[in-house]
């Protein structure tokens, strides 16, 4: 219970740092995630299933925090990179600085594209995903990852 | 079955994760379809439980705001001379660079004014004045849920926009001009000091006079938002046989707003009635790809 309340924490907090702060930090049009770092993080800490609950809590905040209409783009890449991640995590040493930063790279590229198909399915014009600055904001995500991963190391008991 | 789905507990809550993301998508974007808008009711239903959320996140803002402001201050205290130098070089440089952008136009209105007097030495027939004065602005913003009626441009009272004046589509034209080109998007009702709000022709409370078939008959031109069209009505069944898809609609000589002849779609169809029929029009612009729009300031008809 108390682990649960402590990601419910994590969750919440990585939103609120994100409109508060993050988003306010320009890479080329974008910025970093905090929220997708956080479900990266938790999802190489403890598996698959707190990966995507991670995952969708923290897409539902996003999608509604958002300024636009969409309800249910951000929840569902991230619910399938919690899932993705989580699944993986026993197959790779989680605690290797090099797995968090491939993770959270590859996560940032995964999280766009996912965006990208799932509005080219929505509508017919061009999808209003940004392109522009991705590597910067992967590399910062990874980055991110590293931090967060400790963060939840120093807070949250693992399970096995 | 239950322990199953205990066993693969993340397998079941992936699926049934992904399956509530595409409905809540699906569910967003198909209103939009349908009704023109987009279905932001469930954004509202729980917009009360996000206040917590709003209220930590301008908390945090304030004080990192007053943290930068801070800063700034302690940095322009300490700021080294060589710097201070350096801005007001730049300062300097900006003003100087304004005296010469001035002198630059004063020597144009000159030469402006100098071929003027020419062309009137030259006794150029008073015709070849400029009939129409453009002005190119931006769509800056499209409201979602005034999509297909309403759009906003960069120009306003400030570059002599005012209410009524036609909108038309963009064109290689600018300033000064004797003939259009383009096509009709709509008109000006309501303007800001910078900016202006923008009625396309589509939306249902435009109306415009505009002449069809090989007579020449007067109609009225109704938007249509939900279908992203116009469409005219009660067409008497003595003009629709002159009809067919694809005939141009242009805008009537007693047009008392947009210019006459001007284009403003295409009858893309027909439904006939036994006495009267009703015509659906295609815009000559597409909503969707207007970037840059032209606003008739002078009419001069």
Redesign the interface.
Known sequence: MRQTLKIVFLI?GS???Q???IA?IPMLGSHPDLPLTLVVSIALFS???HG??T??VS?L?C???SDG?????Q??SR??IG?GI??IRGKLYSDNIITQLASGFVATLAHKFITFI?LSL??T?TPPVRFSGLILVAISNALLVVVVFRVLRRFVRREN | MFVLLNRH??VT??LC??M??????????GA?RTSGS???S??HK??PF?VP??F???V??SI?SGVACIGSVSTSVWQKPVEKARLQELESQVERLKCQLDAEENRNRESLNKLREVCVNLEVPAESSPAFRLVPAKVVAVE?TDWFRYLTINKGSKDGVNVDMPVITRSDLAGDVKYLTGAVVGKVVEVQARSARVQLITDGLSVVAVTIGSQGDLALLKGQPEIEKCAIDAIPSTTHDMLKKGDSVVVDERSSIFPPQMLVGTISSIEKGTHFCRIEVQPAFKF?MLREVMVVLDAGY
Do not use: N, Q
């Open positions: 919440f939103v609120i740092l409109i508060a702060l306010r598996g698959p299933f995507e609950v995952g969708f897409g905040m999608d509604f925090l209409p969409l309800l249910g783009v929840s569902l619910v399938v899932y989580g699944f799932h929505l509508f014009d | 507990k993340s809550f992936f994760f992904c509530s993301s595409l409905i809540l998508s699906w569910l967003t974007v939009a987009y279905d932001d469930l954004k729980v917009s996000l959320i709003y930590c996140s301008s945090i803002t990192w979602p969707s």
